[in-house]
Nanobody, 126 residues
Framework: QVQLVESGGGLVQAGGSLRLSCAAS??????????MGWFRRAPGKEREFLAA????????YYQDSVKGRFTISRDNAKNTMFLQMNSLKPEDTAIYYCAARGGSRPYTDYDSYDYWGQGTQVTVSS
């Protein structure tokens, strides 16, 4: 199995920054063979894709609304993925989830991911 634990969420003012982390563990987790991604769900909305990254970090996708503000990265030696979020806006307020899939190709749809964390709350005040 694979366990994913997000951290780094919190309350920040508009224009501020946060860095989310996703620590992966488990007997079947293979950092060098599994694509990972970040999603979020705002109150009353569907879960939406934010960013995805291949194991080698050579393939990265972003949702258009966060491109240029958010940066996804990973440290395979530490089984950890990150999401650096800058220029945060009140509309970024949501629960942020990390996900992993049993394949090296990153996808933008949440159905393609096999494992999910519990989420971390990000609140951006105006």
């Amino acid at each position: 199995q694979v366990q994913l634990v997000e951290s780094g969420g919190g309350l920040v003012q508009a224009g501020g920054s946060l860095r989310l982390s996703c620590a992966a563990s488990g007997r079947t987790f293979n950092s060098y063979g599994m694509a990972m991604g970040w999603f979020r769900r705002a109150p009353g909305k569907e879960r939406e894709f934010l960013a995805a990254i291949s194991p080698s970090s050579t393939t990265i996708y972003y949702q258009d609304s966060v491109k240029g503000r958010f940066t996804i990265s990973r440290d395979n030696a530490k089984n950890t993925m990150f999401l650096q979020m800058n220029s945060l806006k009140p509309e970024d307020t949501a629960i942020y989830y990390c996900a992993a899939r049993g394949g090296s190709r990153p996808y933008t749809d949440y159905d393609s991911y096999d494992y999910w964390g519990q989420g971390t709350q990000v609140t951006v005040s105006s």
